[in-house]
């Protein structure tokens, strides 16, 4: 009905403008062969936006530009959401001892320099920054670039941040931003071929989840919402049909999709049984193996009749070498040949050192949403090596990680200033137990079972607080803190000297 609404209310005008202005093979059924949300969305901009302010023309010259600013905004968000404490309080140690032990637990620890939301900020603030004038995504934001990338980087970008939104922790219905993810996937889907590799970044990540133990009720229902309704809503694009449930290169996040339900099966018999560890995961390997013999049933009379479509030569080219795919056209095109050293030092420049920094912080503040960035690093880098074009990809990764490295340590300096960390949990802190007032009877029993409590602790080895407690007693030592200022000092006026050179060779 909004396709047709928006064909009644200047679509017609557009696309005799289109059929003026582009070029095609004679008898190609255009309507059915494009991604049609580059053409819908500057239809949306002029009609219902600018109006008669602008003409179509200037609509389309200033849309890479427009979305190239919504694009660094969402980069930074994603930044801010994988930087919070409560989604960055563990460590790849802790999700290894919780593998080890069965357990998928809350981690309530907080960091040892931050302890609010303003590193979160100052990371994200980075972010845009980086994002803004990062040559990687400069090639499809500039004014007059009127392409499907320019449009579908920011659909990405806000697919991904809304990912890593459903996966908030300590928020009980955050899985239903799963619901905005699938729409989001739609329009991605609707502006760009590249939605494969959205699609099957998320489903990789919600299966790397399950091998470090962090399957939930949250994670099957974010994951359950997006792949439903995304899948659905992709279904209704022209150009894509149903490849969605026929293309081999898009069958995983089926797969994995099919695997959740199997596993939230196991998970609620679990519940409603009791199982013991070790009977749950023989639970879990029985219905596994029954439900992979009913899938391989199913694929033996379904693939032999044509139903599974093979690998695009384009996706061929990313696992084989570019000259063999079997594509003429895909083999010659010179973006299709592998990356170099020069490519990355020219599209990404700085980023090339400051983002290893970033991915080495993230295994010491590692939670749900963290771990995607993980595996979007690995993925954007794996295929922007095989083909030079993808460096677009990494764009967006190469300024988060870049952007966490400097945002964190910049509010270490900041902290060495002002008293941003030091933010103290009265439950946890021994100083707050011995100042609280006795109120009554029952709190002065309390009170005088206390000592006890503490000679235990004096016999026990030094727990995680105390640590913590006792390196904070050198840590905040006049002549330290000094030292610390004048390193900050010194540190901030070269990163800004530095930032100023990498503003110069993007602006070049």
């Not at 619901?179 to 699609?199: D, E």
């Not at 006049?478 to 006026?493: C, D, E, G, P, T």
């Amino acid at each position: 009905m909004f396709l047709k609404y928006l064909y009644y209310n200047g679509w017609q005008k557009f696309a005799t403008w289109f059929d003026y202005r582009s070029w095609y093979p004679l008898g190609r059924p255009v309507g059915t062969t494009i991604y049609p949300g580059m053409q819908v969305s500057a239809v949306f901009i002029k009609n219902w936006i600018v109006g008669d302010k602008m003409s179509l023309n200037d609509v389309c010259c200033y849309m890479p530009a427009w979305y190239g600013v919504s694009a660094s905004f969402f980069t930074g968000l994603i930044a801010f959401e994988c930087t919070l404490p409560q989604n960055s309080n563990g460590s790849i140690f802790t999700f290894l001892i919780d593998i080890y032990k069965g357990k998928n637990r809350d981690l309530n620890r907080t960091h040892f320099i931050e302890g609010t939301y303003i590193p979160s900020a100052i990371a994200g603030v980075c972010t845009m920054a980086i994002m803004s004038m990062i040559p990687a995504h400069l090639m499809r934001s500039v004014g007059g670039g009127y392409d499907n990338e320019s449009v579908a980087m920011t659909t990405m970008t806000l697919t991904f941040w809304l990912w890593c939104r459903s996966l908030r922790a300590n928020d009980d219905k955050s899985y239903l931003y799963g619901i905005a993810t699938g729409f989001a996937y739609f329009y991605m889907v609707a502006a760009w071929g590249g939605y494969i590799f959205v699609l099957n970044l998320i489903g990789v990540h919600a299966a790397v989840l399950v091998l470090l133990g962090r399957f939930s009720t949250k994670v099957y229902k974010a994951y359950s919402l997006f792949y439903v309704i995304g899948t659905t809503l992709a279904i209704q694009v022209p150009v894509v049909g149903w490849t969605p449930l026929k293309s081999l290169e898009q069958l995983g996040p089926a797969a994995v999709f099919l695997g959740f339900q199997v596993l939230q099966f196991c998970e609620m018999q679990k519940m409603k049984r009791k199982f013991s560890r070790f009977q749950a995961i023989k639970f879990r390997l029985q219905v596994g193996l029954f439900a992979m013999i009913i899938g391989g049933i199913v694929v033996y009379f379904i693939a032999p009749k044509g139903y599974f479509g093979p690998l695009s030569s384009r996706v061929r080219g990313l696992f084989v070498k570019h000259t063999k795919t079997g594509n003429p056209l895909v083999d010659s095109v010179a973006e299709h040949q592998p990356a170099n050293a020069d490519a990355y030092k020219r599209y990404v420049n700085d980023m090339v050192q400051a983002a290893p920094i970033g991915l080495a912080l993230l295994f010491v503040r590692l939670g749900d949403a963290p771990s995607f960035l993980l595996v979007y690093a690995c993925a954007a880098y794996f295929f922007s090596s095989k083909m030079v074009r993808l460096i677009l990809l990494l764009g967006p990764i190469a300024s988060i990680l870049g952007g966490i490295a400097i945002g964190l340590f910049l509010s270490w300096c900041l902290s060495n200033f002002f008293a941003l960390n030091y933010e103290k949990d009265a439950k946890n802190s021994s100083v707050a137990i011995e100042d609280e007032p006795v109120l009554n009877n029952s709190s002065k029993k309390a009170k005088q079972e206390k000592p006890t409590l503490e000679v235990k602790s004096t016999n026990s080895s030094f727990t995680h607080d105390e640590i913590k407690r006792s390196l904070e007693k050198y840590y905040n030592f006049k002549i330290i803190l000094l030292v610390r200022m004048a390193f900050s000092v010194y540190a901030v006026w070269k990163l800004i000297d530095r930032g100023k050179g990498f503003r110069d060779y993007c602006w070049e």
